[in-house]
């Protein structure tokens, strides 16, 4: 139980954000679709303390018809910068991706990133599975990950509360690759936000 605690504080401190319903107009998601040329892929995102090792985020990219990151109750779209329908954000361009990975990487936290690539059938699902999932109330950003992870992987995955636990089942699908980003800023990331370009994060 108090690891429990302990994990759920973790992952309060990071996001910062309520089960809030946003949906943007099919408009705005239309003009922000991005279609990376890369492989139809799902990219785990693990945000884990580096003073204890705990998880504190989990989030999934999703390159398919489009590219879109679920963000569960996550904060890095706080200022409304990008068109989002609950916790799915929409228009992840690889200036986007950047930004994102570095907005949660910092003195206190790294970022475990795990890529796998899919049929597009599994990439449509996914999709599917996101938008079908929000919005999402703080704390449970692992079990809304690890849901949509079970949907695809049935019978490999299972549904967890903790981020590691779902990054290391992520981990056990053949084909998944990995790498861990560090950096060393401060621990108030609200300058990534404040210095990002949103027109430049459209054209790149």
């Given at each position: 139980m108090r690891s429990l605690l302990?994990?759920?504080?973790?992952?309060?401190?990071?996001?910062?954000?309520?089960?809030?319903?946003?949906?943007?107009?099919?408009?705005?998601?239309?003009?922000?679709?991005?279609?990376h040329d890369g492989p139809p892929r799902l990219t785990l995102f693990t945000m884990i303390n580096n003073n204890n090792g705990s998880g504190a985020h989990s989030a999934?990219?999703?390159?398919g018809a489009q590219r879109v990151i679920f963000d569960p109750a996550g904060s890095f779209n706080s200022l409304?910068?990008?068109?989002?329908?609950?916790d799915v954000l929409y228009g992840i361009t690889p200036h986007v991706e950047d930004v994102y990975t570095r907005y949660h990487a910092r003195k206190t936290f790294h970022v475990r990133i795990q890529r796998l690539d899919v049929s597009p059938e599994l990439a449509a699902k996914a999709i599917h599975l996101a938008e079908a999932a929000g919005p999402v109330p703080n704390a449970a950003c692992s079990m809304a990950t690890?849901?949509?992870?079970?949907?695809?992987?049935?019978?490999?995955?299972?549904?967890?509360?903790?981020?590691?636990k779902t990054a290391d089942a992520f981990a056990r699908i053949p084909g998944v690759t990995e790498e861990t980003l560090y950096e060393y800023d401060s621990d108030d990331n609200s300058g990534v936000l404040a210095t990002w370009d949103p027109a430049r994060a459209r054209v790149n």
């Open positions: 302990l994990a759920l504080c973790a992952v309060l401190a990071l996001s910062g954000c309520a089960a809030e319903s946003v949906w943007s107009s099919d408009e705005e998601v239309t003009r922000a679709a991005y279609r999934l990219m999703i390159n409304r910068t990008l068109p989002e329908r609950n690890s849901r949509i992870l079970a949907g695809l992987f049935p019978g490999k995955i299972s549904t967890s509360w903790f981020p590691n």
